[in-house]
């Protein structure tokens, strides 16, 4: 198991930006794609962006394509995700997630065994 804890949530104009941060704890990070998820109000977990191992490959959701950058810093044991133009439509709790096989949009959420708490963003208009 691996432990996550988000951080950078609040809230934001449209149009603004925010960067999330995830530190990871336990068994060894570098052995894990990581990703974010978030979930809307009233809907469920959706897929976001994830990284691989080395960091040398990235998967976007289209919504956020272009406008979403995951990143990670191996040394530090941490995951970020910068969000730029943010629109009112990315309003959610996002998740950090850890996963020992691929993560991408077609990884159902039950698949996935290592959650954060989750950090809440809100875009306003």
């Known amino acids: 198991q691996v432990q996550l804890i988000e951080s950078g949530g609040g809230l934001v104009q449209a149009g603004g930006s925010l960067r999330l941060s995830c530190a990871a704890s336990g068994r060894t990070v570098t052995n894990y794609i990581m990703g974010w998820f978030r979930q809307p109000p009233g809907k469920e977990r959706e897929f976001v962006a994830a990284?691989?191992?080395?960091?040398?490959?990235?998967y976007y959701a289209d919504s956020v394509e272009g406008r979403f950058t995951i990143s990670r810093d191996n040394a530090k044991n941490t995951v970020d995700l910068q969000m730029n133009s943010l629109k009112r439509e990315d309003t959610a709790v996002y998740y950090c997630?850890?996963?020992?096989?691929?993560?991408?949009?077609?990884?159902?959420?039950?698949?996935?065994?290592?959650w954060g708490q989750g950090t809440q963003v809100t875009v306003s208009s």
């Open positions: 997630a850890a996963r020992f096989f691929a993560i991408s949009k077609q990884t159902p959420t039950s698949a996935v065994g290592n």
């Open positions: 990284i691989t191992r080395d960091g040398g490959t990235t």
